[in-house]
């Protein structure tokens, strides 16, 4: 599969990254767009006019109870996830953008790290034990960095913790499989201390191949 992205058209997702929210449903300009919107659920990447948007965000099935709205402007070519995230009451929605001129070489994948947990303080990420990044703040992505194929443990913990204190800081780990070819962002979401890696493969993989 390829997909090209012109000077008009961009590809958006939403993403529901609000650990204490029920399902949602969102709006855009006043028209239900995605409905039924569960904790950790990607909706699929939509093609999307450049232009102002306003983005509104209900509790599912009650137009009544808005819990979200932001105004947003998309620019043609533009790729990329829609995260709502925050603690109830108090929500934002952060854009995570791709590019869509990102490419791997063969045998290679690419991760990146979003942070979007926001009880969170800033994180560190340890992989197969190097530690590869350091304190990245909430609502924060990293640039991708190209490893060879395989699976590897990652670990996220606190920045602001000492090394003999870690008992006492979030950490969390998982084993993420990367395959070839492939281009991944790596969600830490979740309110402290129920915090998961979400990974999730990235539109652009399917781009200029």
């Known amino acids: 599969m390829k997909i090209r992205v012109n000077n008009d058209a961009s590809y958006i997702r939403v993403f529901n990254a609000t650990a204490n ?17 569960r904790y950790r659920e990607f909706v699929p990447y939509t ?5 102002d948007y306003t983005v509104k965000v209900y509790e599912c099935g009650n137009s009544e109870k808005l819990i979200l709205e932001q105004e947003l402007t998309i620019a043609g070519g533009n790729v990329g996830t829609l995260v709502i995230t925050g603690i109830m009451p108090k929500l934002m929605l952060l ?38 990044i350091d304190e990245i703040p909430f609502g924060k992505r990293t640039n991708y960095a190209e490893v060879p194929i395989g699976v590897y ?19 969390i780990s998982k084993k993420i499989e990367l395959k070839d070819n492939k281009i991944y962002t790596i969600y830490l979401i979740g309110d402290v201390p129920d915090i998961e890696i979400i990974q999730s493969l990235d539109i652009i993989t399917y781009m200029n191949k």
Do not use: W
Request: proline fraction near 6%.
């Open 47 to 51: 093609p999307t006019f450049p232009g």
């Open 153 to 171: 443990d990652f670990t996220i913990e606190e920045s602001n913790v000492e090394s003999e204190e870690r008992n006492d800081g979030i950490r």
């Open 21 to 37: 929210s029920d399902k949602i449903d969102v709006y855009i300009n006043d028209v239900l767009v995605f409905s039924d919107v």
């Open 95 to 132: 854009a995570v953008f791709e590019d869509p001129n990102e490419k791997t070489c063969e045998s290679n994948a690419k991760f990146r790290i979003a942070h979007l947990s926001p009880t969170t303080e800033p994180i560190d990420l340890t992989v197969n034990g190097v530690k590869m």
